[in-house]
């Protein structure tokens, strides 16, 4: 089972790379842009497993992205997509952990 995920995957990029379209577009992964370190737009963001003003923790299939900083706030929570600012000073992504 684990074979044909990878095999998918690779699949995946090769029609993105012969088609000229991106990743996000044929795959359904998150799209991330950071605006310095004062704000970050996540398109398809996933499940918010966590939210305070120093740590917002976003859960999708297969992966967890942590937010750390200071004076963290979302301002968008709409279709799937969240807007964090504040001072940004860290962005890390983990694999998800099986359930």
Do not use: W
């Amino acid at each position: 089972m684990k074979k044909n995920k990878k095999h998918r995957h690779g699949i995946i990029s090769k029609i993105s790379e012969a088609s000229d379209l991106p990743l996000d577009m044929i795959g359904r992964l998150p799209m991330i842009n950071l605006y310095s370190n004062r704000e970050m737009y996540v398109e398809d963001a996933g499940v918010l497993e966590h939210y305070d003003s120093e740590c917002v923790r976003l859960t999708q299939r297969k992966n967890v992205i942590s937010v750390s900083g200071r004076n963290l706030e979302l301002k968008c929570l709409a279709d799937n997509n969240i807007r964090v600012s504040g001072f940004i000073l860290s962005v890390s992504f983990e694999a998800k952990e099986r359930e």
